[in-house]
């Protein structure tokens, strides 16, 4: 079971709505609020969301890791569930990375579920070994970044956003470390696990007040 750490997100193309509107479709994705902003970074408020998961493990890259888990993912929202519901795909696909000291990292892909499914999400089927994730209000700091998110591009941009936030957390308890566990979300208008404009989360609760 995923720890209850800090987490780190990328996300592609991300507007503070509940709704995003790509190639004239509505994406509904959690709704946060920003509560403050700087030149490098921003904090937002999110809101209770829950989330469909996929553990996979024995791998050592996050673009093959988000393929496999995401893979069944949309098994699972084109109707592989106990209902046979189809569920309307949502933004942003999110994936944790918790490192571990004795072996590879364990990957977490997930899915944020509509609200209308928040409390009775449909249940996925066993073989696809999916766990709901449900989610408390936290806040999250945001850095932006261009370009794809890769194995090799992401880790700079969060080693930037953990100095940019020690900084703002100068003459606080807390100091942020660069070995945190972090994850990346990523989606587009066709859904493709690929885009252009990305961000970086962290996840600050028991960190700052400023949330």
Not at 65 to 79: N, S
Not at 159 to 178: D, F, M, R, Y
Request: charged share 20%; with cysteine.
């Amino acid at each position: 079971m995923e720890k209850p750490m800090l987490n780190l997100v990328i996300v592609i193309c991300y507007l503070c709505s509940s709704k995003l509107v790509l190639s004239g479709h509505a994406i509904e994705s959690p709704p946060y609020r920003v509560v403050h902003s700087e030149s490098e970074f921003e904090l937002r408020l999110y809101k209770e969301s829950s989330w469909m998961s996929a553990l996979v493990q024995d791998t050592t890259s996050f673009e093959k890791a988000t393929k496999d888990g995401f893979h069944r993912l949309y098994q699972y929202i084109h109707g592989a569930n106990l209902n046979s519901s189809e569920i309307s795909i949502t933004a942003p696909v999110l994936t944790s990375i918790v490192p571990s000291v004795h072996g590879p990292a364990e990957y977490y892909v997930k899915l944020y579920l509509p609200a209308k499914y928040e409390r009775t999400p449909p249940q996925p089927l066993v073989e696809l070994n999916l766990q709901l994730d449900n989610w408390r209000s936290h806040c999250i700091a945001v850095r932006k970044f261009p370009g794809f998110a890769k194995d090799d591009r992401f880790s700079k941009e969060f080693e930037t956003l953990v100095n940019s936030l020690n900084k703002h957390l100068i003459g606080k308890p807390a100091i942020l470390e660069a070995e945190s566990p972090y994850a990346i979300a990523q989606y587009n208008a066709s859904y493709h696990l690929s885009g252009r404009l990305n961000e970086v989360w962290m996840d600050l609760s028991g960190i700052t007040a400023d949330c």
